[in-house]
T-cell receptor, first 115, second 114 residues
Framework: GAVVSQHPSRVICKSGTSVKIECRSLDFQATTMFWYRQFPKQSLMLMATSNEGSKATYEQGVEKDKFLINHASLTLSTLTVTSAHPEDSSFYIC???????????FGPGTRLTVT | AQSVTQLDSQVPVFEEAPVELRCNYSSSVSVYLFWYVQYPNQGLQLLLKYLSGSTLVKGINGFEAEFNKSQTSFHLRKPSVHISDTAEYFCAVSSILNDYKLSFGAGTTVTVRA
């Protein structure tokens, strides 16, 4: 399967600041990446689909101006949480989809804490 | 629309005992089915998948699952668990209805005791 990395693994920021999370596909070129959010003891919630070279597609209820996604290359997608608030504290996970098999491979996740 | 229901939120089990995690789905079209495992503070790891063909699917770490179309189920089994199998398990489905995005169940917490 694909190897996916995320950076940073853990970040603490102050309320009102912006935080960027990187997702890299290390051994596959990914035209499609996904960003998920996971609250404690809950399942994954899809936030958006990141498409290389085009605008991201956001799920209903996700603020696109707050969660900025950039997929500038076939191996890198970034999620920027703008003007972060404590309620944005969560575990953010990205994934890469291998189109030939329709399966997704996930990164290790980023724990964001907003103080 | 498609959805996934994991019938057990928590499953305690003794080491070396068998375990079964239940998953049911609903969809009006053909689906792909997946089981993922998540260890604490980590991402998800693919255990196994059903795309087509044989309904009995074998995955990593001794897990297997059986696709039952008539019962719309995809239950996960392991004949003998280890302490290291303690984790969260997610069943997921995808289909053309949702552009092959994954829809996840709520998850099942498996706790293996010595």
């Amino acid at each position: 399967g694909a190897v996916v990395s995320q950076h940073p693994s853990r970040v603490i920021c102050k309320s009102g600041t912006s935080v960027k999370i990187e997702c890299r596909s290390l051994d596959f070129q990914a035209t499609t990446m996904f960003w998920y959010r996971q609250f404690p003891k809950q399942s994954l919630m899809l936030m958006a689909t990141s498409n290389e070279g085009s605008k991201a597609t956001y799920e209903q209820g996700v603020e696109k101006d707050k969660f900025l996604i950039n997929h500038a290359s076939l191996t890198l997608s970034t999620l920027t949480v703008t003007s972060a608030h404590p309620e944005d504290s969560s575990f953010y996970i990205c994934s890469v989809r291998l189109l030939a098999f329709y399966e997704q491979y996930f990164g290790p996740g980023t724990r964001l804490t907003v103080t | 629309a498609q959805s996934v229901t994991q019938l057990d939120s928590q499953v305690p089990v003794f080491e070396e005992a068998p375990v079964e995690l239940r998953c049911n789905y609903s969809s009006s079209v053909s689906v792909y089915l997946f089981w993922y495992v998540q260890y604490p503070n980590q991402g998800l790891q693919l255990l196994l998948k059903y795309l087509s063909g044989s309904t009995l699917v074998k995955g990593i770490n001794g897990f297997e699952a059986e696709f039952n179309k008539s019962q719309t189920s995809f239950h996960l089994r392991k004949p003998s668990v280890h302490i290291s199998d303690t984790a969260e398990y997610f069943c997921a489905v995808s289909s053309i209805l949702n552009d092959y995005k994954l829809s996840f169940g709520a998850g099942t917490t498996v706790t293996v005791r010595a």
